[in-house]
Protein backbone atom coordinates (compact mmCIF):
# COMPACT_ATOMS: atom_id res chain seq x y z
CA UNK A 1 0.00 0.00 0.00
CA UNK A 2 0.86 3.64 -0.75
CA UNK A 3 0.28 6.77 0.88
CA UNK A 4 1.17 10.14 -0.56
CA UNK A 5 0.74 13.47 1.82
CA UNK A 6 1.95 16.47 1.68
CA UNK A 7 0.07 18.36 -0.42
CA UNK A 8 -2.01 21.86 0.15
CA UNK A 9 -2.23 25.23 -0.75
CA UNK A 10 0.51 27.18 -2.11
CA UNK A 11 0.93 30.41 -3.48
CA UNK A 12 2.90 30.92 -6.77
CA UNK A 13 6.49 31.05 -6.23
CA UNK A 14 6.42 28.35 -3.18
CA UNK A 15 7.14 25.18 -2.46
CA UNK A 16 5.87 21.69 -1.38
CA UNK A 17 7.27 18.24 -0.38
CA UNK A 18 5.33 15.04 -0.69
CA UNK A 19 5.89 11.79 0.80
CA UNK A 20 5.24 8.12 -0.84
CA UNK A 21 4.94 5.66 2.06
CA UNK A 22 4.94 2.46 1.32
CA UNK A 23 3.85 -0.54 3.33
CA UNK A 24 3.46 -4.35 3.69
CA UNK A 25 6.01 -4.08 0.63
CA UNK A 26 9.97 -2.81 0.63
CA UNK A 27 10.11 -0.03 -1.64
CA UNK A 28 13.48 -0.48 -2.45
CA UNK A 29 12.16 -3.39 -4.67
CA UNK A 30 10.87 -0.95 -7.07
CA UNK A 31 10.82 1.66 -9.14
CA UNK A 32 8.78 4.52 -8.21
CA UNK A 33 6.81 7.22 -10.33
CA UNK A 34 5.18 10.42 -9.25
CA UNK A 35 2.19 11.21 -11.71
CA UNK A 36 -0.43 13.86 -11.41
CA UNK A 37 -4.28 14.37 -12.93
CA UNK A 38 -5.55 17.94 -13.16
CA UNK A 39 -9.03 18.44 -13.63
CA UNK A 40 -10.86 17.61 -16.85
CA UNK A 41 -7.29 15.94 -17.86
CA UNK A 42 -5.23 12.47 -18.37
CA UNK A 43 -3.58 11.51 -15.49
CA UNK A 44 0.10 12.53 -16.66
CA UNK A 45 3.84 11.41 -15.81
CA UNK A 46 5.55 13.64 -13.29
CA UNK A 47 8.83 12.01 -12.26
CA UNK A 48 10.43 8.72 -11.67
CA UNK A 49 13.09 7.01 -9.86
CA UNK A 50 14.62 3.86 -10.37
CA UNK A 51 14.77 0.83 -7.37
CA UNK A 52 18.64 2.30 -6.97
CA UNK A 53 18.21 5.80 -7.06
CA UNK A 54 20.50 5.60 -9.67
CA UNK A 55 18.45 6.80 -12.48
CA UNK A 56 15.79 9.78 -12.30
CA UNK A 57 13.45 10.72 -15.21
CA UNK A 58 11.08 14.03 -15.15
CA UNK A 59 8.68 15.56 -17.30
CA UNK A 60 9.42 18.45 -19.11
CA UNK A 61 7.38 20.62 -17.35
CA UNK A 62 8.53 20.04 -14.01
CA UNK A 63 12.61 19.81 -14.90
CA UNK A 64 14.83 21.81 -12.88
CA UNK A 65 11.81 22.65 -10.55
CA UNK A 66 11.32 19.35 -9.14
CA UNK A 67 13.36 16.82 -7.51
CA UNK A 68 12.83 13.20 -6.81
CA UNK A 69 14.23 11.15 -4.11
CA UNK A 70 14.05 7.95 -2.19
CA UNK A 71 14.72 6.75 1.49
CA UNK A 72 14.38 2.88 1.10
CA UNK A 73 15.04 2.47 4.93
CA UNK A 74 12.41 4.71 5.91
CA UNK A 75 10.34 2.93 2.57
CA UNK A 76 9.18 6.32 1.47
CA UNK A 77 10.22 8.38 -1.84
CA UNK A 78 10.09 12.09 -2.14
CA UNK A 79 8.62 14.48 -4.77
CA UNK A 80 10.71 18.40 -3.51
CA UNK A 81 8.69 21.20 -5.45
CA UNK A 82 9.96 24.46 -5.87
CA UNK A 83 9.16 27.31 -8.16
CA UNK A 84 5.37 26.50 -8.30
CA UNK A 85 3.26 27.37 -10.76
CA UNK A 86 -0.61 27.37 -11.34
CA UNK A 87 -0.39 24.68 -14.06
CA UNK A 88 1.12 21.99 -10.97
CA UNK A 89 -2.28 22.52 -9.60
CA UNK A 90 -3.82 18.71 -9.26
CA UNK A 91 -3.73 15.90 -7.44
CA UNK A 92 -0.21 13.90 -7.38
CA UNK A 93 -0.32 10.25 -7.14
CA UNK A 94 2.68 8.33 -6.64
CA UNK A 95 2.92 3.97 -7.88
CA UNK A 96 5.20 1.20 -8.48
CA UNK A 97 6.63 -0.29 -11.32
CA UNK A 98 8.67 -3.35 -12.15
CA UNK A 99 9.31 -2.84 -15.62
CA UNK A 100 12.83 -2.39 -16.68
CA UNK A 101 13.81 0.60 -18.99
CA UNK A 102 12.68 3.46 -17.46
CA UNK A 103 8.93 3.43 -18.45
CA UNK A 104 7.11 6.05 -17.98
CA UNK A 105 3.49 5.16 -18.63
CA UNK A 106 1.23 5.22 -16.45
CA UNK A 107 0.17 1.56 -17.52
CA UNK A 108 3.82 0.25 -16.47
CA UNK A 109 2.80 1.08 -12.67
CA UNK A 110 0.35 -0.28 -9.71
CA UNK A 111 -0.27 -0.28 -6.04
CA UNK A 112 -1.51 3.56 -6.84
CA UNK A 113 -1.83 5.51 -3.70
CA UNK A 114 -5.23 7.57 -3.31
CA UNK A 115 -3.35 10.71 -4.08
CA UNK A 116 -2.29 14.58 -2.54
CA UNK A 117 -3.49 17.66 -3.51
CA UNK A 118 -1.53 20.34 -4.39
CA UNK A 119 -2.78 23.84 -5.41
CA UNK A 120 -1.43 26.63 -6.49
CA UNK A 121 -2.80 30.09 -6.24
CA UNK A 122 -1.91 33.11 -8.48
Given at each position: ?60 SV ?19 NS ?28 WG ?9
Open positions: QLVESGGGLVQVGGSLRLSCAASGIFIGNYHVGWFRQAPGKEREFVARTSRNAIATDYADKGRFTISRKNMQNTVYLEMLKPDDTAVYYCAISTRAGGAIDPAAFGSQGTQVTVSS
